[in-house]
């Protein structure tokens, strides 16, 4: 155990060195006149197609706290299914031949995903139908150098100005691209190969796809996950907390408390859900869909 602690320790301490490193090199860069030129160039942001929406409406709060409802109970019974040793309970499906027995925790996570997969179906049609994706989806090849220059300015801890309301910076647009587009499918399609919805007389699609590559994607998305969602706290609580989660949870562009109270509240929904998702609350509901034994 202390061996242990102490290599995290001693990883803390490297990360820290390399952070700091890393924004010396950044405040030096800044600072030369063809770094500069760069920036003015290319300020953080691209501009937005003609017919862009502004603002963030309503649904979007809700779908925010929902997926990180999900994502958080998501990422806590995935880990719990890789790391328990001996299962609390078992759950058994009612259908089928040869029903394939799996642990009450397996089931929570498999339950949860479905539950994600119909939320992000339906935000994505949102995003489409009105016009927000435009938001999150490049539309132009100068969001590259532009996320080069915000990530810049972040390292040299000379934040780049946020608008959220209006525009996100390019940085930010890339990084939700990749969450939505990239992530979340490699996340549902390695996820379904794992699980035993996957087709076990598909004998020739899993040679294509084996469960090796499945397993090897999965858990490395699941870490990209958790980072992003610690990167994208710290920012909005960082850059202008009140503002920002009125953005997020109040539909306003505005400073005030609204949104940090929805937040709050959205908080307490999390952490019940925590507390709430162990075999004696889950066990009465997995009975609803098939058997729950030992």
């Known amino acids: 155990m202390r061996s242990r602690l102490g290599k995290a320790g001693m990883a803390a301490v490297g990360l820290l060195v390399l952070f700091g490193a890393a924004v010396l090199l950044a405040r030096w860069l800044v600072t030369l006149e063809s770094v500069q030129g760069f920036l003015d160039r290319y300020p953080g942001e691209s501009h937005l197609p003609a017919g862009a ?41 009612r259908r089928g031949k040869n029903p394939k027995k799996i642990s009450i925790t397996l089931w929570l996570h498999q339950s949860l995903d479905l539950l994600w997969l119909v939320n992000g179906g339906i935000f994505i049609v949102l995003l489409a139908v009105t016009g927000q994706w435009m938001r999150v989806v490049p539309t132009s090849w100068d969001v590259f150098p532009n996320a080069l220059s915000a990530g810049l ?35 549902a399609l390695s996820g379904y190969r794992m699980s035993n919805l996957w087709p076990a007389k598909a004998k020739g699609l899993s040679k294509v796809y084996p469960v090796e590559v499945a397993r090897a994607i999965h858990f490395p998305v699941m870490l990209y996950f958790v980072g992003f969602i ?37 908080l307490l929904v999390i952490a019940g859900g925590w507390f709430a998702a162990r075999p004696l609350v889950l066990a009465p509901i997995a009975s609803l869909f098939g058997k729950v034994g030992r």
């Open 153 to 187: 300015q972040y390292l040299s801890l000379d934040w780049p100005t946020e608008n959220g309301w209006v525009n996100y910076n390019s940085l930010q647009v890339l990084a939700y691209f990749v969450t939505i587009f990239i992530a979340a499918p490699l996340a």
């Open 230 to 266: 610690i990167v994208h706290v710290a920012l909005v609580l960082s850059t202008g907390a009140l503002r920002n989660l009125n953005h997020m949870y109040g539909a306003q562009d505005a400073v005030n408390w609204f949104g940090f109270w929805m937040f709050f509240a959205s």
């Open 53 to 93: 929406p502004v603002g963030l409406p309503a649904w979007l709060g809700w779908q925010h706290f929902f997926n990180v409802f999900l994502m958080v109970l998501i990422i806590r019974s995935g880990w719990q299914v890789r790391t328990q040793r001996k299962p609390p309970a078992s759950w058994t499906p």
